[in-house]
Structures are given as C-alpha cells and as structure tokens.
C-alpha cells in the first residue's frame, strides 16, 4: 500500500506554474504495488445556466478536504468537460478498489515446436479518462495488480514486458470494488535487423516498442545476427532502438504502418558519422567563469538520418573554470543552460551546427534581471498585495514569485529575454476580481490588468445512501480545455463554494 499526499489551501501547486506557499496537506493510502500516479476520474455533473460567448471547455477538479468519511475513501474527482455551465453541483463518490490479472498468448517463436502458451504478464497498468491528462498507473507483477481510483468511465491501457505481447487498450467502467480480467489480443509482428554504421549485426541492443508519450511497450533484446521480433496493434508502430550506455550512439526510431498478419519488416541501422568535439565557457558579466552551470544539448537533427529517426541527449556541469568539453554526433542542436538556484537566468540556443570539431567560445549566462509589473483593477486603481507565481518554459523552469506594493507595482527578478508562464491573483479582499494567467517576457515592462470575468458557483456533495450530504472544505480548482489553472478556492460548511475565471486566455499583454 502506498500513500498520495493532498494538499489543500487557497494557494496550491499549480501543475503549469509550480508551488505557491499557504497549504496545509493529508495524506491518503492508495493500493497498488509501486507509486500510484495521484490522478482524477470524472465524477456526476449537474450543470444547468450559460456562460455568455464563452467556447473555453471548462473543467472542475474537486479535493476533499478529508480522505476518510462514513461512505469510503473520497479521492479528488474530475468533473467536466463543459462550456454552459454556470452552477454546478458535484457529487463526489467513493473510491473504488480494482484488481485483477492480465494474461497473453505467447506465441512461440521458432517453427516446429508447440505454438505457445497462455502467460501471467508483468509490465504496466494504466487507467485514464481521455482529454484530461489524468491517469493511474501500477505495476502488474506475475499478471496480478491492484489499485484504487475513483469511480467511473476509464481507459485501460496494458503495457507488457513481453516482447511478443502488444501494447492494448480497453474501456472499463468501475462501479463498485471491480475484479478486471484483461487479456491482449494477438497483435502483429514488427521484425528486422539491427545494424552498426559499417553494416555489421548490432548484437544485444534493446528494442522497444514506445507509444505517443514515449513510454515503453514490449521490448527485446537482439540475437547474435542483429534480429528482434516484437508485437504491436495494427496501425501506427513507433520502434526504438536504444544504444548500449556509453556508446555515444543516438537512439533509432522508425514509423512503420502495420496492417496485415504478415506484420511490417523494420530494418534500422547506425549511420557511420562517428562523433566530433565540442568545446565552450560560460561566463558572467566580468569575463569570469561560471562553475558547476547545468547545461544540456539535445540534438534536432543528426547527419545521416531521416528527420525524427534519430536523437541523442547529454546532461552537463561545467567545471571550477566554467569550462564544458564533450563530444556527440555531428547535426544541428539545442544548447540550453538552466541554473538551479543561482540569481541567473537560463540561455537556449538553437540550431547550433556542429558538423566538425568545434570551440563555441564564451557563452554569457547574465544574472537575473529585475522586471517592472505593475498590477490594476479594470477601474485602472493599482492593486496592493496581488500575488504572481511565475514559471520559466526553459531551464530547469524555475518559480519565481512576488506580491505588489503599496503602488500596485514590483520588480520581479526574473531571466531576462525569456518567456515565463504567470498566474495572477487579486488581493485577498478583492473577491469581486478574477485572478489572471499572462505569459510575460523576462526584462519588459508590463501593466497587468484584473476584471470581474465570470462567476462560477456550485456545490460539492457526497454520494450517500440516504442522500448527498455537503461536503466542507473541499478544494476546488477550475482547469481551461489545456489544463491551465484558472481559479480555485474551499467550499465552506454547506460545500457551496463561488469563483471569478478570467477566460480571456493567457496570451502576451
């Protein structure tokens, strides 16, 4: 049994923004036998009024303030989406425990010898509800898991060690405790060699089967002649080969269509361009070298592949002296700096050509620069005490925060020319303002202003054999379509709660 901590406060982490301060938190026993991925389930909506020329789809994450309660385990629950609605009522219902076993038929790979055989699996087990990038996910071990989530329509997505298993997919509706009996279909081959840049059998490298967000499927490893054989759903099949650790190879990918029982025959091969050296500084204002500055490269294109078929990656700290030495492919890349708790801020280049050994000279990583916010109401009066949590899109994507003065004005330190996603809230005795998200550039000047936008109200209940009873002080955030944090505040006792939502987007002021 593992646990997920809840944290509830007026101000809490903001996925895209990072954490703001004020939280008090609980913690609440999850199953399953490695860490659950602390996710929600669409709940019961009953959602009537409109939303005036408003096409955003809004949705409505609600965490109880407490985990235990008479009617069961209460997990946060998704409720959503929905563009009309303007009161809603939110029926939060008891976790349910799911568990069950996951099998396959292994198909035996040499002729002339039994077919094969039903098998346990282990591998991957995930529940998701599609369009809200919220998932569950525990290990499956000798074909058995278990796990609790949320009631509710999932998507069951089993993601098997077995080389000759696909990855697939099943709708599952969980009510009540479930028992689940998942089973995968047949799949088809995906086969071919391996093979070094001078034409040779790649011996022992694994190849894997990866799915949209690149987790890992089935894999194996290649015999002695550079051949593997896996299974994959009919359609779309992205393989990836992974070099051994420390071959300075890149990682290979191919896109093969699979649609027939003869499965789809991969060939993928190293290209012969061996490595090149690349030599750089990074410094400060005075000349002087900046020691122990994360740094990584990334390539976008390595010579002698295909666009996509190839990439390769390195994390790097530069020396006492500010000094990065590596060598990687020949191709073009992305050099980005990223420090961690130093006052500097973050340097991306892109399309840096490294063809041949190279000396990128002295690269400059300025210190932070403060940045001039000003913050209004819509009757342009400045606002005292409104709140920004900022979050750099490059880097190690550093918080940065900061209350306005007296002048409705701050001066920010944040990396100067870099783009920073912001959330904006109004004073805490400005209730008749909606908080903001705005994406400011680091060094410009900016005037923020906060409106009225539109009232969102409710009422969070709890499933109840004699009927829903309010549910108190449970948090509860408003989410756009992209799942950007617009809003968030506590029900009180009667589990009524009310919020302003600035539905103007968060595009550059």
């Not at 939060?92 to 040499?110: E, H, N, Q, R, Y």
């Not at 290990?139 to 298993?165: Q, R």
């Not at 932070?368 to 994507?397: F, K, M, N, Y």
């Not at 004005?409 to 912001?422: E, R």
């Amino acid at each position: 049994m593992t646990t997920a901590r809840h944290v509830l406060c007026l101000s809490l982490l903001v996925p895209s923004l990072g954490a703001v301060s004020g939280c008090a938190s609980s913690e609440v026993a999850l199953g399953g036998s490695r860490g659950d991925v602390d996710t929600d389930a669409p709940a019961d909506v009953d959602d009537t009024g409109l939303f005036e020329d408003t096409p955003t789809q809004l949705r409505l994450v609600v965490e109880p303030a407490s985990e235990t309660a008479p009617e069961g385990l209460l997990l946060p629950q998704t409720f959503g989406p929905y563009t009309d609605a303007r009161n809603i009522t939110a029926i939060l219902k008891p976790a349910v425990d799911v568990s069950g076993t996951a099998s396959a038929f292994i198909p035996d790979p040499w002729p002339g010898v039994l077919p094969g055989a039903s098998e346990f699996l282990d591998g991957v087990l995930r529940l998701s509800v599609p369009a809200t990038g919220r998932r569950w996910e525990t290990e499956i071990l000798d074909g058995a898991f278990f796990l609790t989530v949320p009631p509710g329509a999932w998507v069951a997505t089993v993601f098997p060690d077995a080389a000759l298993v696909p990855i697939w997919t099943e709708s599952v509706d969980l009510g009540v405790a479930t028992e689940l009996t998942l089973e995968a279909p047949d799949g088809l081959p995906v086969w071919g060699q391996v093979t070094t840049g001078g034409g040779s059998p790649a011996t022992g490298v694994t190849v894997s089967i990866v799915d949209l967000e690149g987790v890992r499927g089935p894999h194996t490893v290649t015999d002695d002649q550079g051949w593997y054989e896996l299974r994959a759903p009919a359609g779309l099949a992205t393989v990836e080969v992974s070099p051994v650790t420390g071959s300075r190879l890149p990682t290979l990918r191919a896109t093969p269509i699979v649609s027939s029982e003869d499965g789809a025959r991969t060939n993928l091969a190293w290209a012969n361009t061996g490595t090149v050296a690349v030599a750089l500084r990074l410094v400060d204002e005075d000349d002087q070298g900046l020691g122990g500055m994360p740094l990584s490269l990334r390539s976008e294109r390595l010579d002698g592949y295909g666009a996509g078929n190839a990439s390769w990656s390195v994390e790097l700290t530069s020396d006492s002296r500010g000094f990065v030495d590596v060598r990687v492919p020949p191709g073009a890349w992305r050099l980005e700096v990223g420090p961690e708790d130093a006052p500097r801020s973050s340097r991306a280049l892109d399309g840096v050509s490294i063809t041949e050994d190279i000396d990128l000279g002295d690269i400059l990583v300025p210190l932070l620069d403060p940045t001039p916010i000003t913050v209004a109401s819509h009757a342009a009066l400045p606002l005292v005490d409104a709140a920004l949590t900022c979050r750099e899109r490059i880097g190690r994507q550093r918080t940065f925060l900061g209350r306005t003065g007296e002048d409705g004005t701050l001066d920010l330190a944040l990396p100067d020319g870099v783009l920073v996603d912001c959330f904006v809230s109004p004073p805490s005795d400005r209730d008749d303002l909606a908080p903001r998200r705005v994406t400011l550039t680091g060094g410009v000047a900016v005037g923020l202003t906060l409106g009225p936008g539109e009232i969102l109200q409710g009422q969070v209940l709890v499933d109840n054999d004699a009927g829903p009873r309010a549910e108190a002080l449970a948090v509860v955030r408003v989410l756009d379509d992209d799942g950007n944090l617009l809003a968030q505040t506590l029900s009180d006792e009667s589990g009524a709660f009310q919020v302003r939502i600035d539905l103007s987007g968060s595009a550059s002021p």
